[in-house]
Structure formats: structure tokens, C-alpha cells
């Protein structure tokens, strides 16, 4: 069965840039899976980020973009702030009306 | 304001039966596909189940079909799960979810989620 793979952690400075990465463990990741991603922190509900690869979610700011690199969708952060400490989540539609999500990156910020 | 607010989780032997419920406020659920999304501890988030605006469309992830099932109840704009033959590796956090649809993809309103222990 084919998932969803994502890097398990990252890490990155404060004011730096990261991208956090979506793939498939067979195939290639196309705005066909209309990729979205979500942040989690603990006790919270997830905050949606970005829906159909680059459509920001209200409220979240320009700092994050959305993208497909190569044959996975990104999530780029810029200018990483301490509170963008998270768990990210991608979710891919997979077909026949069902959805995956990745197992997650764990963001560092440090 | 739009919001989702899940009910019904707790502790369960394995082998019984817990129904969830999600109630929405601040606009129809009818207008929109639903979804279960579920966090196991120190685990990450799977997506459960999806229902159509109507009810007429229903999908499952494969490792709770003809276990859980999901539906709906417009009239009381509320989202339900009725999970059955639960086991261990149902403890999870259940969250609902809102799909948008159309020009872009994603759950755009969440809610804080409900727990559910299978223990003996």
C-alpha cells in the first residue's frame, strides 16, 4: 500500500528558512492529491496552514507557502519564529474518496 | 461563530461500542463533506472517515471498515461515529473536521476533539 512520507524531524534557526517535504512512498505527489497541511501542538486542535498545495488558510501568514517541488508538495516556512514549534501534518487524497495523512515532521526551532 | 464541538468519548472495554458526536454552529453542515480525523497517543493524526453533504457518500480508512461508521443528521446539524468491536488501537483522540470542496481542498474548521481509552 502506498503512504505518505514525511521527514520524522527538522529543525531550524530562528529567522531561517525551512521546507517540509510531502511524498509518496510510490509516485509522485501532484496537485491531483490536492495536498493541505496542518499544524499541531499538544492539547490544541490542528491549525490548518495551506490547502490545495498554496492556498493559504485565513489568518496564516505570507511566511508560509505552499508548493510542489520535484515529485513531493513543500511547505516553506520563512523567517521562523519560536511559536512555529510544531508537529506538520500533510494530507493527500489517495482516490477511490479516501485521504492519508504523513506521519508528521517534528519542527525544532533553535 | 463557526464552530465544532465533539462529544461522547471515554473509557470502553474492548469489544464494546462508543458513538461519537460533533456539533456544529455557525453555518450548516449540510453545505459540506465531513470528516473524522483521529490522533492515537504519541502518534499521528489519521484520517477515519469522509461523508457527503447529503449523506449519500460515505469512505473509510481500511482499518475500520465494518467497524465504525459514520452519518449525519442535518436537521440537528450535527456529525456522528459509531464505532463498534473496539479494540486497543482505537485509543485515540477523535477529532471532526470540515472539508471545503471546489476550487481547493482542505479542513478548515476543526474541533478540540474528544478521547477514547480501550482498556479492560
Known amino acids: 500500500q502506498t503512504v505518505v512520507t514525511q521527514e520524522p524531524s527538522f529543525s531550524v534557526s530562528p529567522g531561517g528558512t525551512v521546507t517540509l517535504n510531502c511524498g509518496l512512498s510510490?509516485?509522485?505527489?501532484?496537485?491531483?492529491?490536492?495536498p493541505s497541511w496542518y499544524q499541531k501542538t499538544p492539547g490544541r486542535a490542528p491549525r490548518p496552514l495551506m490547502f490545495?498545495?498554496?492556498t493559504r488558510s485565513s489568518g496564516v501568514p505570507d511566511r508560509f507557502y505552499g508548493s510542489i517541488l520535484g515529485n513531493k508538495a513543500a511547505l516553506t516556512i520563512t523567517g521562523a519564529q519560536a511559536d512555529d514549534e510544531a508537529d506538520y501534518y500533510c494530507?493527500?487524497?489517495?482516490?477511490?474518496?479516501?485521504?492519508?495523512f504523513g506521519g508528521g515532521t517534528k519542527l525544532t526551532v533553535l | 461563530e463557526v464552530q465544532l464541538v465533539e462529544s461522547g468519548g471515554g473509557l470502553v472495554q474492548p469489544g464494546g461500542s462508543l458513538r461519537l458526536s460533533c456539533a456544529a454552529s455557525?453555518?450548516?453542515?449540510?453545505?459540506?463533506?465531513m470528516t473524522w480525523v483521529r490522533q492515537a497517543p504519541g502518534k499521528g493524526l489519521e484520517w477515519v472517515a469522509n461523508?457527503?453533504?447529503?449523506?449519500?457518500?460515505?469512505y473509510y480508512v481500511e482499518s475500520v471498515k465494518g467497524q465504525f461508521t459514520i452519518s449525519r443528521d442535518n436537521a440537528k446539524n450535527s456529525l456522528f461515529l459509531q464505532m463498534n468491536s473496539l479494540r486497543a488501537e482505537d485509543t485515540a483522540v477523535y477529532h471532526c473536521?470540515?472539508?471545503?470542496?471546489?476550487?481547493?481542498?482542505?479542513?478548515?474548521?476543526w474541533g478540540q476533539g474528544t478521547s477514547v481509552t480501550v482498556s479492560s
Open positions: 473536521a470540515r472539508w471545503i470542496t471546489g476550487a481547493t481542498y482542505g479542513l478548515d474548521v
Open positions: 490545495s498545495t498554496n
Open positions: 510510490s509516485g509522485s505527489v501532484s496537485s491531483g492529491n490536492y
Open positions: 461523508i457527503k453533504g447529503d449523506g449519500s457518500q460515505k
Open positions: 455557525g453555518f450548516s453542515i449540510s453545505n459540506y463533506w
Open positions: 494530507v493527500l487524497f489517495m482516490g477511490g474518496g479516501t485521504w492519508m
